[in-house]
């Protein structure tokens, strides 16, 4: 493959949503990279924040339990920051529908109040953002691209959706480096494991290794692009390090499909444990569902030299290994 990462030595990075899944990874390849690392996350439930997702790296970083809903914290983090991950959101698509207020508050206030704490106090930083393709919607042509109409099913994309906006414009008007990835189904070590309202790989995972049943939704032949979490961690620092990303929106996927019925089966068969039962759509799942999505990542390929690397089956085994050697470590409620 053609990218490479470069060295973070004296780079002063803050991560928002540190203890989720995706800011973790992020945080444990920006230590191993020689960054000065600061995580910023309220521990909200529901978020995926764990603390077990940082124990090889506690003492190599600093901890804010901050909110970013709360400007003024956040005004005190992004001082003297070089780069933003900016990971933080309510993550839970049904929740998003039970509670729009409290997606708006988060996905849409919570994020002006980063922009505007970066543009009144370090617009030098660079800020890169973790969309969702949820934002796109049902796919009107496939594979979808960054010029693919969006049309989100749920209140989730919808915020998500006008978030990146707000990231795009402080770009345009306040010239803030910002960036986009819109990713999907990254599945791998340090995400969570016990519901199926996000990071639905994982909760697969959990349920093979536990030997339980596996509910697919029929007929289960619905498509799904995935990311192997370090896969995806790369594409976000060099969305961080290219002068190229600045100001851009990429969409972030393999390229391929799997239907999701096929991928509970290799789940299965890798893990050695676990069933399956086709059943009936709940209609707050059915309301949602975009359908088949898969990813054209051309664009981050060609400007970028992003590509994913890690085979689905090699992600599998390497994310099930992971999980038999931390498992009562992600079979909490996540806090």
């Known amino acids: 493959m053609s990218y490479r990462i470069n060295r973070m030595d004296g780079e002063e990075v803050l991560i928002l949503g540190g203890m989720g899944a995706v ?28 603390p077990a997702n940082i124990k090889e790296i506690k003492d190599q970083l600093a901890i804010i339990r901050g ?18 991950f900016n990971c933080a959101a309510q993550v839970n698509h049904i929740l998003s529908m039970q509670n729009p207020f409290l997606d708006i508050d988060i996905n849409c206030m919570g994020q002006i109040n980063v922009l ?33 109409p969006d049309n989100p099913t ?30 999907t189904n990254t599945y791998g070590p340090r995400a969570q494991i016990i ?19 596996i509910t697919v939704f029929k007929p289960g032949t619905q498509l799904r692009d995935t990311n192997y979490m370090q ?16 100001g851009e929106m990429f969409v972030l996927g393999s390229g391929q499909g799997i239907p999701f019925i096929e991928l509970v089966k290799l789940i299965i068969s890798i893990a050695g444990t676990g069933t399956y039962k086709l059943v009936d759509w709940p209609a707050d799942r059915r309301n949602i569902e975009t359908g088949s999505v ?5 664009k981050i390929k060609a400007m970028l030299g992003w590509e994913p690397k890690t085979p689905l089956e090699e992600g599998i085994r390497k994310t099930i290994d992971f999980y038999r050697l931390n498992f009562n470590e992600y079979l909490q409620q996540p806090q």
Request: net charge neutral.
């Open 67 to 84: 909110d970013i809903r709360n400007l003024d914290a956040l005004s005190q983090a992004v001082r003297g920051k070089s780069i933003i």
């Open 154 to 183: 749920d209140v989730y994309g919808a915020d998500k959706l006008a978030s990146e906006w707000y990231h795009l414009l402080y770009h345009k008007h306040y010239g803030i480096w910002t960036t986009s990835l819109r990713m």
């Open 23 to 50: 800011g973790s990874n992020l945080a444990h390849q920006a230590v191993s990279l020689g960054a000065r690392v600061t995580i910023f996350d309220n521990f909200m439930e529901g978020t995926g924040a764990n």
């Open 195 to 213: 519901h199926p309202t996000y990071s639905i790989i994982n909760w697969v995972i959990g349920k093979a290794i536990l030997n339980q049943e």
């Open 116 to 148: 505007e704490a970066c543009r009144r106090h370090n617009d030098a930083a660079r800020i890169v953002y973790t969309g969702t393709r949820g934002q796109s919607g049902a796919a009107l042509y496939s594979p979808i691209d960054e010029q693919h």
């Open 231 to 246: 896969d995806a961690v790369d594409a976000l620092f060099l969305a961080a390090q290219n002068k190229s990303a600045n």
């Open 294 to 298: 898969i990813l054209n990542h051309g």
